[in-house]
């Protein structure tokens, strides 16, 4: 059984950094793309930042240099730092998996990011 597990949502000021926690089981990251999306309310489930097996990494416009994502193969962990934190980043933070073979995704159950002084 697939499970994605988020951690380290919560409030932070605007310009603060926070890190995301996800930690996957049941799978064997080689085979996956892991990424972090995000939703705001009202608004699609946009993507934030990838990472393949090999460590190629992409990032939307909005969060290029301010947010970095890596990952743990040994430990099954993905990450997402997220520094200088804007009023426009808060909402829920969802890790994806996606298994390269055969394009199937899993989700985990998100995690909350506000940013409010």
């Known amino acids: 059984q697939v499970q994605l597990v988020e951690s380290g949502g919560g409030l932070v000021q605007p310009g603060g950094s926070l890190r995301l926690s996800c930690a996957g089981s049941?799978?064997?990251?080689?085979?996956?793309?892991m990424g972090w999306y995000r939703q705001a309310p009202g608004k699609q489930r946009d993507l934030v930042a990838s990472i393949t097996s090999g460590g190629t990494t992409n990032y939307a416009d909005s969060v290029k240099g301010r947010f970095t994502i890596s990952k743990v193969t040994g430990k099954n962990t993905v990450y997402l730092q997220m520094n200088s934190l804007k009023p426009e980043d808060p909402a829920v933070y969802y890790c994806?998996?996606?298994?390269?073979?055969?394009?199937?995704?899993?989700w985990g159950q998100g995690t909350q990011l506000t940013v409010s002084s």
């Open positions: 049941g799978i064997i990251f080689s085979f996956y793309v």
């Open positions: 994806n998996a996606r298994d390269v073979r055969t394009g199937y995704e899993y």
